[in-house]
């Protein structure tokens, strides 16, 4: 299974950071199989943002639930991160990854700067 993080690195704040991982080797339909996204800011440890289920149920961090939205197109075996309002604290290299086994794509590093 391989996982590719795609989208711009540097995101405008109090806008949308949108964030694609496309999944080869495995269909995100498969049953059981729980999709998250994760990120690492400098100084801070991993941070979980959300999941998205093989049957498309999402959970999110209640701390950034309010600005967090997953979502998924079967057709291109792809999920999506999406967190509005942006700001410089949201600066991080933003991984996609299985929930379970630890396959996680190579990361990709987002700022959040004018």
């Known amino acids: 299974v391989q996982l590719r993080e795609s989208g711009p690195g540097l995101v405008k704040p109090s806008t949308t950071l949108s964030l694609t991982c496309t999944v080869s080797?495995?269909?995100?339909?498969?049953?059981?199989?729980?999709w998250t996204w994760i990120r690492q800011s400098p100084g801070k440890g991993l941070e979980w943002l959300g999941v998205?289920?093989?049957?498309?149920?999402?959970n999110y961090n209640p701390s950034l639930k309010s600005r967090t939205s997953i979502s998924r197109d079967t057709s291109q075996n792809q999920f999506s991160l999406q967190l509005t309002s942006v700001a410089p604290d949201d600066t991080a290299v933003y991984y996609c990854?299985?929930?379970?086994?630890?396959?996680r794509g190579q990361g990709t590093q987002v700022t959040v700067s004018l």
């Open positions: 080797g495995e269909e995100i339909t498969r049953g059981y199989v729980v």
């Open positions: 990854a299985t929930l379970v086994g630890g396959i």
């Open positions: 998205i289920t093989y049957d498309g149920s999402t």
